[in-house]
C-alpha cells in the first residue's frame, strides 16, 4: 500500500502530494488525515496523509518512516474545507492545515509538548493487615478525599512506601488537563422578553437549514442570552457549536457566563492560552468530552463532526480576517461549514458591518432585530467640540467631563475612558532642526513607552532607549508629541482622587491579565477603566454609568474607505458599555470634527442613518458592497526592483482585463522590518472576471527569490 502524503513545507511550488510505501507493520494504523514523518531530499520532515492506494508507480518509492497520530488531526470535513479555502485564498494546501492547529500539533513542536498525568491514589480494601498509626492516617486520608501523593508522603515517606509495596494504596496515572478550572459562577436564570422570543424561536425553527442570520441588536440588548437559549436547544438535540469572539479580551467574560450554563461542556481556544493548554482543549473537542468550544478566530476550524451551530459575536470586528498566509475570513469558513452541515449562522453585532447589512438588506442573510436594551434605557451621548474647548483653557479633557467624572466618583460609580493609542507619547523630536526619531527597519516614528523607558516600532518591535540628544544638530531641546494610554493614565492620576487601571496591548502582555483587569474593575477595586478599543464591545460592567472618548474622530484620519465606518462602529460600541445595569449611563465624546455623518450618528446612536450616508458614498467611488477587491502586494528588499516588478504586474492586467485597477502605490506601510511593500488595488464584479490573471501572477512569481507577491481578497485594509 502507498501513501500521498502533503508534505509541511513552505515553498510554493512544493505544494503537491508525494507518493510513498507504506511499512507493513503500520498498513492497519495508518488512516487519511494523519501526520506521519517522511525522508524529503536530505532531511525528515512531516506531512499529512490525504490518500492511501495500492496504486503503482514506475519509479522506487521511500517508506513513511513513522506515523505522528494515534488517530486523524484532521477530519474529512476539515480535509476537504482546507482545499476550498486554499483555492479562494491562493494560499499553499499546506499552510491551510497548518492554519486548522494548535501549535503544539505542529510540525517541530508536538514532540515537545506532551499529554499531562497526575498520579491518582486509591486505597485496596481487599488487602487486610495490621497498620501503623502514620499508615492509618495516609489510608484514613485517601478514603476521605482526593489526595495528591505529595499529600499523602507528607505524612511520612516511609509508612507511604510500605502501604505501595504491601499493595493497600495503588497508584494508577490519570490524565489532566492544564487549563486549571475556576470556580464556575451562579447561572442567571433570566426570562426572555417579547423581541428575545421572536428572534430565539425563528432560529430554533431553522436548526436543520443553512440560514444565515444577522442578529442586529442594539448594546444591552441582550444577544448573548439569544445566543444560550440557542445552544441549549443545540445541545438537548445532541450536537455541537462553535462560538467565536473577537477579542481575547472578552473570551474569559463570555466563557463565565456559558460555563455557568454548560458546565463543563465548554473547550476554550484562543491565543492566551499556552501551548499545552491549547493541546488539552483540542483534544477535548476531538475525545467528544465538550459540545461548545469558545474561541477567537482559528476557533472555527474545531474539530467537531455533527455541529448543530455556528455563534459569530461582534461580527463586525476586523480581527475576523486573518492578515498572515492564508488569509482566510472566519466568517466566510464559518458559511462554508455551516453550508456542509446545513446548519443556521447567528452573526450578532449592534453595528453590523455594512456589507452585512447590504446583504441582509437584499434577502442574503435573515435579519434578526432587538430595537430595545434588556433595561429599556440607551446612554445619553453628549458630543463636545475641543476646538471650542481649547478656547477655554481645557485641552485634554473638557470641563463637562471633568465635572461628569467628579459626579460619577461621588457617587461611588463607575467610569470608562476610552482612548485609542497605546504608549506615552507617540513622536519625538528636535525642536531645533525638526529630526524625528524613527524606526531603522520600517521608517516611521517610534513610539515612547515610559514604563520601560524605551522608544519602540508598534510594527517590527524594535525598541531603543529615549534620546537626549539631537544624533543630526546634538541640540537637547528633545520634546514629545501626542497623547498615549501611558501618559493619560498618568495625568488622571493627578487630576482624580481615584484607583485608575490601564488596559491595553503593553499592560496585557502577562498570561492571564485580561481577565485579571476585567475581574478587579468588575468588583469594584478600581473606579477608572482607561484603556484602548480592546475596552470598547462586549463587556459588561453594571455600575459604569460614564464613559469618556478621546480623540473620538482620530480614527477618521487614517486613509482607509472603511474610516468612517470604524469610528462609528469605534463610538457606538463604547458607548454601549454605559448604563447596562438599573442606573442610568451617560456618554461624553471629544472630538475636533464634530459635524462628520459618523460621529453624527453615532451620537444619535442611528446606524441606519449612518448606513445610508455610507452606502451613497461607497456606490459614488465603488467601494464595497458595491464591489470587491482584490489587493496585490509587492514585496523586496530592494525599492526599485519592487517598483518594477508591479509596474509589469499592473501592465498584464491592463493588456488583458478591463477592470479599474489603482496603483502601484506605497503600501500603508512603505517599509516594514527592511522589507518595501508596493501595491496595487483591482475592484471586480465577479471571482470568475480576475481569477485566471491572478492566479497566473501568483504562479509566476512562485520561485521569484527577489520579489514576493501576495493576493488579498477583500481585505481589511488597503
Known amino acids: 500500500m502507498v501513501a500521498d502524503v502533503l508534505v509541511e513545507i513552505k515553498a510554493k511550488q512544493l505544494d503537491k502530494t508525494f507518493t510513498y510505501n507504506i511499512k507493513d ?41 513513522k506515523l505522528v497520530d494515534e488517530e486523524p488531526v484532521l477530519n474529512s470535513d476539515l480535509l476537504k474545507l482546507g482545499e476550498i479555502i486554499s483555492e479562494l485564498t491562493l494560499s499553499t494546501l499546506a499552510s491551510v492545515y497548518q492554519s486548522m492547529l494548535p501549535k503544539a500539533l505542529k510540525a517541530k513542536n508536538n514532540y515537545s509538548i ?44 516511609c509508612a507511604y512506601k510500605k502501604l505501595v509495596e504491601i ?18 459562577i451562579e447561572d442567571k436564570k433570566v426570562t426572555l422578553n417579547e423581541e428575545q422570543n421572536i428572534v430565539v424561536n425563528e432560529i430554533k425553527e431553522n436548526l436543520n437549514k443553512y440560514v444565515p442570520y444577522l442578529l442586529f441588536g442594539v448594546t444591552g440588548s441582550g444577544k448573548t442570552e439569544v445566543y444560550m437559549n440557542v445552544l441549549s436547544e443545540v445541545l438537548n438535540n445532541n450536537k455541537e457549536a462553535i462560538v467565536l469572539v473577537p477579542e481575547i479580551s472578552l473570551t474569559p467574560q463570555l466563557v463565565d457566563i456559558f460555563k455557568a450554563r454548560f458546565k463543563d461542556n465548554v473547550a476554550i481556544l484562543h491565543s492566551r492560552l499556552s501551548e499545552g493548554e491549547k493541546y488539552d482543549e483540542y483534544r477535548k473537542i476531538i475525545n467528544k468530552k465538550v459540545k461548545i468550544v469558545v474561541g477567537a478566530r482559528s476557533a472555527v476550524f474545531a474539530p467537531f463532526t455533527n455541529l448543530g451551530i455556528i455563534i459569530i459575536d461582534e461580527e463586525h470586528s476586523s480581527t475576523y480576517k486573518q492578515e498572515n498566509n492564508p488569509k482566510y475570513n472566519a466568517i466566510d469558513v464559518a458559511l462554508l461549514r455551516a453550508k456542509n452541515y446545513n446548519i443556521p449562522v447567528i452573526m450578532g453585532s449592534a453595528t453590523p458591518s455594512v456589507e452585512a447589512y447590504a446583504r441582509a438588506n437584499v434577502n442574503n442573510y435573515k435579519l434578526l432585530t432587538l430595537k430595545n436594551r434588556v433595561n429599556k434605557t440607551l446612554p445619553k451621548i453628549e458630543l463636545i467640540d475641543m476646538r471650542t474647548s481649547i478656547k477655554k483653557g481645557y485641552k485634554l479633557l473638557s470641563k463637562e ?100 487601571i490601564r488596559m491595553d496591548i503593553d499592560s496585557t502582555s502577562k498570561k492571564g491579565s485580561h481577565e485579571e483587569i476585567i475581574t478587579s474593575f ?15 464591545k462586549g463587556l459588561d460592567f453594571p455600575s459604569v454609568t460614564l464613559v469618556g472618548v478621546i480623540n473620538g474622530d482620530a480614527s477618521l484620519n487614517i486613509p482607509d474607505f472603511r474610516s468612517a465606518e470604524r469610528t462609528f462602529q469605534l463610538l457606538n460600541q463604547v458607548a454601549g458599555r454605559s448604563g447596562r445595569g438599573i442606573l442610568s449611563g451617560e456618554v461624553v465624546i471629544q472630538a475636533f470634527n464634530t459635524t462628520h455623518y459618523s460621529i453624527v450618528y453615532a451620537s444619535l446612536n442611528n446606524y441606519e442613518a449612518f448606513y445610508n450616508e455610507e452606502m451613497n458614498i461607497r456606490k459614488k467611488l465603488k467601494y464595497p458592497p458595491f464591489c470587491n477587491l482584490l489587493l496585490i502586494k509587492i514585496a523586496s528588499k530592494d525599492y526599485d ?30 517599509k516594514i522590518n527592511n522589507i518595501y511593500y508596493i501595491q496595487i488595488i483591482i475592484k471586480y464584479k465577479k471571482r470568475e472576471d480576475i481569477k485566471e490573471y491572478i492566479t497566473y501572477i501568483y504562479n509566476k512569481y512562485k520561485t521569484n527569490q527577489k520579489v514576493t507577491v501576495e493576493v488579498d481578497f477583500n481585505p481589511n485594509k488597503i
Do not use: W
Not at 504608549?423 to 527597519?441: A, F
Not at 492586467?653 to 512603505?670: D, F, R
Open 401 to 500: 467631563l471633568i465635572d461628569k467624572i467628579n459626579d460619577r466618583l461621588e457617587k461611588k460609580e463607575q467610569i470608562i475612558i476610552l482612548l485609542n493609542r497605546r504608549g506615552y507619547t507617540t513622536t519625538i523630536s528636535c525642536d531645533d532642526c525638526g529630526y524625528t526619531l524613527k524606526c531603522p527597519n520600517c521608517e516611521i516614528p517610534l513610539t515612547y513607552h515610559k514604563v520601560s523607558n524605551t522608544a519602540r516600532c508598534h510594527y517590527c518591535g524594535y525598541g531603543t532607549k529615549l534620546i537626549t540628544k539631537c544624533p543630526e544638530c546634538n541640540s537637547e531641546n528633545i520634546n514629545q508629541f501626542g497623547l498615549g494610554t501611558q501618559k493619560l493614565e498618568e495625568l488622571l492620576n493627578k487630576m482624580f482622587k481615584a484607583r485608575i
Open 167 to 184: 499493595g493497600k494504596i495503588i497508584e494508577y496515572k490519570e490524565e489532566t488537563y492544564r487549563l486549571k478550572e475556576k470556580d464556575i
Open 25 to 65: 507493520e503500520d498498513t492497519s494504523k495508518i488512516k487519511i488525515g494523519m501526520r506521519v514523518q517522511v525522508p524529503f531530499a536530505s532531511k525528515i520532515l512531516e506531512g499529512f496523509v490525504l490518500n492511501i492506494s495500492n496504486k503503482k508507480v514506475d519509479y522506487e518509492l521511500k517508506d513513511i518512516i
Open 114 to 157: 506532551n499529554k499531562k498525568y497526575e498520579t491518582t491514589l486509591s486505597v485496596n480494601d481487599f488487602i487486610d493487615c495490621k497498620l501503623t498509626d502514620k499508615q492509618k492516617q495516609i489510608v484514613d486520608l485517601i478514603n476521605s478525599k482526593i489526595t495528591s501523593k505529595k499529600e499523602a508522603q507528607s505524612i511520612s515517606l
Open 641 to 670: 526592483l519592487a517598483i518594477a516588478e508591479a509596474d509589469k504586474i499592473k501592465s498584464y492586467l491592463k493588456e488583458n482585463t478591463n477592470l479599474p485597477i489603482l496603483g502601484p502605490s506605497s503600501a500603508s506601510m512603505l
Open 522 to 536: 468588575r468588583n469594584h477595586e478600581y473606579d477608572i477603566l482607561l484603556g484602548t478599543q480592546m475596552i470598547s
